[in-house]
Structures are given as structure tokens and as C-alpha cells.
């Protein structure tokens, strides 16, 4: 089976090196001329840890390609997957324009000589898989005038629930896949595709092995719009727990409870669940804020005023606000202090700084006069080309960051981070404060060690018990 993957970036290069690994022969296409010069060097675009040993081990079973050209390898496909950015406009809609020019291209692409299906793995707004079809229509009819009824495809959709940092596992071993399809040909052809992933009869790539509890994938079947709304439904929901999280951790540090211990003693109930309910800075990255935005403006499409989502989008928007009040409260004056900021990606284990709260924080201090400098070990090579008018100082090592600071603030929870020596740290500052915007640290501990420490959700008081429940 032949498979064309359109669009080489978090989502596309991960899943064409996954579908190359099963044996499929795929085609990764992308219009950054430069993204796909480097693929084809052997260069990695983004920072994913084990893509590149993945796309040496793809490259030698199904084989991978990368090219500029949609149209050859679109009609050598049976299976063509979209996987371009869908980013919000600012009134919060999607931007469907490289998805449409995707869908128009492939139209104009396609030939009788075989049963081709077009798969929306982007994240698209209910009701796109029909206006998918009606661009491949469109842009067969451009092409080849009035013969397009000889042209067969089906249009499905395929939401991807990878997580940036762990996309391999994630690909290889997913917790579910979700098909929506409305004609059977089209769904028959996708189960194909999947099944070495539903059987997990593929070897483990030795870097990225199986876990143990992965025997075979549950894969659900919807229609079309289901398989959409899956996708909106499931980000929304995540989004909304850490905001829970975060509301309770907030109410903690009201009435001097602690929110690790409260958040562990709800997450133990299994109707709650512990994943995803960790008390921080709020969330970001590329999905959570365009998701919730998108399906809020598929509401108003329909006159619903979806309540909870508008809450969700609110109270993340003000968690962000609360390092810098932990700051206010500690520091009094911002202006002309200095501020190191551990971490600038939106999460660990990856460089992407789409909505990174690192940004957001960075943004709000230069704008309240202090000075910021910044230490990430992956991240800042991105963010130096993507924010050149950041006027914040780039440093080699936490250390140095931290060296003569006022105050550090903990923005991502790095691995590095948690070994730090934290006393030769609060000992090089002007004055060891630290916030610890991901509770990555036992404040006894950071106290121990010099630091003026404040989490979120924490309480003041020194606990004699020992840690919370895991
Ligand atoms: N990043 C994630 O963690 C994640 C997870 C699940 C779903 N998604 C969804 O997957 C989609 C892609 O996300 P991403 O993070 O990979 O985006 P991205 O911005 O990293 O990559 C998109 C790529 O598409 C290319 N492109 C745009 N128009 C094109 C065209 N007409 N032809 C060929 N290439 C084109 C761009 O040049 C870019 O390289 C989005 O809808 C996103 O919401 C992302």
C-alpha cells in the first residue's frame, strides 16, 4: 500500500516515519522547500526525540521519501493523508486555507487509475471531511474537464492524539484509533492500513520499545463528523481538567490546603483519574487554545454558548497571571529586577513554543520593566528565530541564567531541571527567590537549599508527614 503524507510538520513527519516503519511505502510532501531539503539530507526540522533513528529504520523497510511535488506522489497513492496546520484566525476560527489548497491539489492530482482515500489527520472543524470532498471535486472538474466521474476516492477522517515529546510511542502504540468514514470501501482500505498497528505485529523499533500492557489498539469506527468532533472533544476535555486543576490549586492556596495532596487524593478515584490533573503555570502549545477557539466558533455557528469552554480558555488565560502576582507579592517592584526563567518550550522533550506560556510570562515582565534572561536546552535556537524582537538574554546554562537574579521562575519541567544543585543556585542570586511555576520541587527541599519558594497550590505549612499518595 502506497501513502502520501501532505504537510511534514509535528504531525505529518512522525506519521509518515511510523507508516514507513509498518512496511507501507511513503511520500512526504511539503511546501517549505527548506523542511524538505533537510529531510532529504537527514536533517530533523523539529525537535522530536527518536524520529531521526525511526526515519533511518523507515527508510530501510516500507521506504520514505520527501518532496516538494503533491501531484506525482498523490496519484502513485492509495492512501493520501492531510496533515497540514490549521491554525486559528483571530476571531478564533480555523484557518483552512493550506487545507484547502491541499484538498484542490489533490483533486487536480488524481487519476481513474486506482481507488484512491484523501484522510484529514489535521484538525479540522465538524463538517470539513464533506468540504474536503467538495475541494477534490472542485479541483478534479479543473483538471480534467467533464471526465471527473470515472475518478473514484473517499474522503475519511483520522484525528491524531499524538503528544509532541513522546510522538513516537504515542504513534507506534496508540491508546485508540479513531476512523470516521461514511462508505465502507473507505473504511475497509484504512483498516488495512492500520491493522499491523491494531495487531502490534511489528518488532519494536529497540529506542522506542512496546509497552507491556500493549497487546492490540482499539480501533473506533464513527462517521465522519463523529471522528471530528472526537478530536475537539477530547482537547477540550483535557484542557478543561488541568484548568480544574489549577482552579482547586488556586482555592488551596486560599485556605492553606495543599493542592499535590488534594489533586492525588481526588485523581486516585478512578471516574477522575490522576493523568492530566497536576496544579502549574496552565497550559499551551499549538492544540488546546486553537482547539477550544475552534469548536467555541463552531457553537456560535449554531447559536450554543458552550459555557464550559469559554471558562476553560478564561481560566488559563488568568493562571498565567499568577507567577508574576507570586512575583509582585515577593519582589513588590518589577521594574529593573532581573528574572531567570527555567524552560521557554510549552512542555518538556520538545522545541515547539506555539501559545508557550514561556512567551506569554517573558512578554508581561519586559512590558512591567524587569529584565529577563533564559535558559532552555532545546528551545532557544526556536525561539530566537521566531520572536527576534524577544529583547531577552539567551544563557548557556541554568546557571548562568540564574547568576545575580532576583528571582527564577520554573516554566518548564525539563528533566535537567530536576537534577539542578539548587543551593549553589540560590546562592549566585541577588536575592533566592524562586517560583516554581510546574511544582517540580519539594519545597522543603528548595527551602533547604536557600530558596524564598513558592509553587502553586501549595501549603505554607511545613508538612511532618511524607509525600503525598503517588
Ligand atoms: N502538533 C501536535 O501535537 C498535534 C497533535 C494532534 C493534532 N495536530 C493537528 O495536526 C495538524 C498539523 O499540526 P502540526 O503541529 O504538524 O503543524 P506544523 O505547522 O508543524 O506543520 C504543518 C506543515 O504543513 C505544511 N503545509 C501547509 N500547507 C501545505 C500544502 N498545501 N502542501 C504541503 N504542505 C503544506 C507546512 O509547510 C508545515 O510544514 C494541525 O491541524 C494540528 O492541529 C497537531
Known amino acids: 500500500m502506497r501513502v502520501t503524507v501532505i504537510g511534514t510538520g509535528y504531525v505529518g513527519t512522525v506519521t509518515g516515519a511510523c507508516l514507513a516503519y509498518l512496511g507501507r511505502q511513503v511520500s512526504c510532501v511539503d511546501t517549505d522547500a527548506e523542511k524538505i531539503a533537510k529531510l532529504q539530507r537527514g536533517e530533523m526540522p523539529i525537535y522530536e526525540p527518536h524520529l531521526k533513528e525511526l526515519l533511518c529504520a523507515a527508510a530501510a523497510r516500507g521506504g520514505i521519501d520527501f518532496t516538494t511535488e503533491l501531484a506525482p506522489a498523490a496519484r502513485e497513492s492509495d492512501v493520501i493523508f492531510i496533515a497540514v496546520g490549521t491554525p486559528p484566525r483571530p476571531n478564533g476560527e480555523a484557518n483552512l486555507s493550506y487545507l484547502e489548497t491541499a484538498a484542490r491539489s ?3 492530482a488524481m487519476d481513474a487509475a486506482r481507488f484512491r482515500v484523501v484522510v484529514n489527520k489535521s484538525t479540522v472543524p465538524v463538517g470539513c471531511g464533506n468540504l474536503v470532498e467538495t475541494l477534490i471535486r472542485e479541483g ?3 483538471a480534467h474537464g467533464g471526465d471527473e466521474k470515472r475518478i473514484e476516492f473517499g474522503v475519511a477522517s483520522n484525528p491524531e492524539f499524538l503528544r509532541e515529546g513522546c510522538a513516537i510511542a504515542d504513534s507506534l502504540y496508540p491508546e485508540r484509533i ?11 482500505t484504512l483498516r488495512e492500513l492500520y491493522r499491523p498497528l491494531v495487531e502490534q505485529k511489528f518488532d519494536a523499533p529497540p529506542e522506542v520499545p512496546r509497552p507491556e500492557r500493549i497487546t492490540r489498539v482499539p480501533l473506533v469506527a464513527t462517521s465522519l463528523t463523529s471522528a471530528e468532533m472526537i ?3 477530547a482537547n477540550t476535555f483535557l484542557a478543561m481538567k488541568i484548568g480544574f486543576a489549577n482552579e482547586i490549586a488556586n482555592l488551596c492556596e486560599k485556605v492553606d490546603a495543599d493542592a499535590i495532596e488534594v489533586l492525588a487524593g481526588i485523581g486516585l478515584d478512578s471516574r477522575i483519574g490522576a493523568k492530566f490533573l497536576n496544579a502549574g503555570l496552565g497550559w499551551g502549545g499549538s492544540c488546546f487554545a486553537k482547539d477550544i477557539s475552534s469548536l467555541l466558533h463552531t457553537a456560535q455557528e449554531y447559536g450554543y454558548q458552550a459555557r464550559l469552554l469559554e471558562a476553560s480558555l478564561a481560566v488559563n488565560r488568568a493562571q498565567r497571571q499568577v507567577v508574576i502576582q507570586k512575583l509582585q507579592e515577593k519582589l513588590f517592584i518589577l521594574k529593573g529586577r532581573t528574572i531567570a526563567l527555567f524552560g521557554l518550550a510549552f512542555k518538556p522533550n520538545t522545541d515547539d513554543l506555539r501559545d508557550a506560556p514561556s512567551l ?20 532557544m535556537p526556536a525561539c530566537r528565530a521566531q520572536n527576534p524582537e524577544l529583547r531577552i538574554q539567551y544563557c548557556d546554562s541554568p546557571f ?16 535537567e531541571f530536576r537534577r539542578l544543585d539548587l543551593a549553589r543556585i540560590a546562592s549566585s542570586m541577588h536575592q533566592p527567590v524562586m517560583v516554581d511555576g510546574r511544582n517540580l520541587y519539594d519545597p522543603q527541599t528548595a527551602r533547604r537549599a536557600g530558596f524564598d519558594y513558592s509553587g502553586i497550590g501549595r501549603a505554607r505549612a511545613e508538612r511532618p508527614s511524607g509525600p503525598a499518595p503517588q
Open 106 to 108: 489533490i483533486g487536480a
Open 140 to 142: 478534479i472538474r479543473e
Open 178 to 188: 479513531v476512523l470516521g468514514a461514511e462508505d465502507g470501501r473507505t473504511m475497509e
Open 231 to 233: 478530536k475537539y472533544a
Open 360 to 379: 506569554h510570562i517573558a512578554e508581561r515582565l519586559l512590558q512591567l520593566g524587569a529584565r529577563v534572561k533564559v535558559y532552555d536546552p532545546i528551545a
Open 400 to 415: 548562568e541564567a540564574a547568576q545575580e537574579a532576583d528571582a527564577v521562575v520554573l516554566v518548564t519541567e525539563w528533566d
